[in-house]
């Protein structure tokens, strides 16, 4: 999370100590009008096939001269 979203998270806490938050996407739309950054929560299952989706990478030696990596989807054969 950036700092102007730790910000306004702290703020609306602080200034509204009343409010219930029962949850993060509770605390994201309160301060959802607070920031000109769009917010998305992701179920577990949601990042597991993400991560499912993703090859396997393996270490690249050398990365000290290394500045930027492209991998682009290979069409099927």
């Known amino acids: 999370m950036g700092t102007v979203t730790k910000k306004a998270m702290a703020d609306i806490i602080t ?3 009343d409010e ?3 949850n993060a ?3 994201l739309k309160a301060i959802e009008n607070r ?3 769009k917010l998305y ?3 577990t ?3 597991e096939k993400v991560r499912q989706s993703l090859p396997k990478l393996k270490s690249i030696k050398e990365t ?3 500045h930027e990596v492209l991998a ?3 069409p099927c054969t």
Do not use: C, H
Request: a negative charge; charged letters at 35%; proline letters at 4%.
């Open 25 to 27: 996407e509770d605390l």
């Open 41 to 43: 929560i992701y179920e």
């Open 15 to 17: 200034y509204k100590p």
């Open 35 to 37: 920031i000109n950054l």
């Open 20 to 22: 219930t938050f029962r």
């Open 72 to 74: 682009t989807k290979q």
């Open 45 to 47: 299952q949601d990042i």
């Open 64 to 66: 000290f001269d290394l």
